[in-house]
Structures are given as C-alpha cells and as structure tokens.
C-alpha cells in the first residue's frame, strides 16, 4: 500500500539483489534501548515486499520527544507517516533517490 502523496524511493533491494522501488507502508518501528529511542518509517520493495527502515530519530533522549509525537509513533498516525513519506527535503536528507511515478 501507498498513500497518494507519498514518493517511491530508489533502494538496492536485499532480496531482489537489485535496485528497486520501494513504497511506503504508512507505518512505524519504534526501539528503545535504555532511554534512548530509535524511530523508522517503514517502506518495503513494490516487487517482493522486502522492508526498509528509513530512519527519523536515531539515539533521540525519550525526554526530548513530544508525549504525543512519541504516541503517535507508536500508533502508526497515518496522517504522520503521510508527512514524513511526502517530504522530499527528508528523504533526500536521508540519501535516499526519490522516483516520480
């Protein structure tokens, strides 16, 4: 699945052992480890359905993040999965190559 305004990236596929388009799920993964969070959109290959994590926060303080930020993490806002998968300035941030559709 893909929300409309979300871009496809570019990204060497661990299973197809090619580049493939890869689609996001509109979901999160979120670890903790101690007191530190770390939080991915998760987008996975339009072919075979291999995941990617796309990071967000990586070694973020849990005192730092906004309760309802972290809680709409934790429960897969579709609305903040849409933002982040639709924000090229993000993805390109991230080193990721953005394709058109």
Not at 46 to 57: A, G, S
Request: charged residues 30%.
């Amino acid at each position: 699945m893909s929300y409309t305004k979300s871009y496809m990236i570019l990204h060497q596929c661990g299973r197809c052992r090619k580049k493939q388009p890869f689609v996001s799920t509109g979901k999160f993964r979120v670890n903790a480890n101690k007191n530190k969070l770390d939080i991915w959109l998760i987008y996975q290959c339009r072919k075979c359905r291999h995941t990617l994590n796309v990071p967000i926060y990586e070694r973020v303080p849990v005192q730092k993040l906004p309760r309802e930020l972290y809680e709409a993490f934790l429960d897969n806002d579709r609305e903040l999965a849409e933002t982040y998968s639709s924000d090229r300035g993000f993805l390109k941030s991230r080193h990721f190559v953005i394709l058109q559709e």
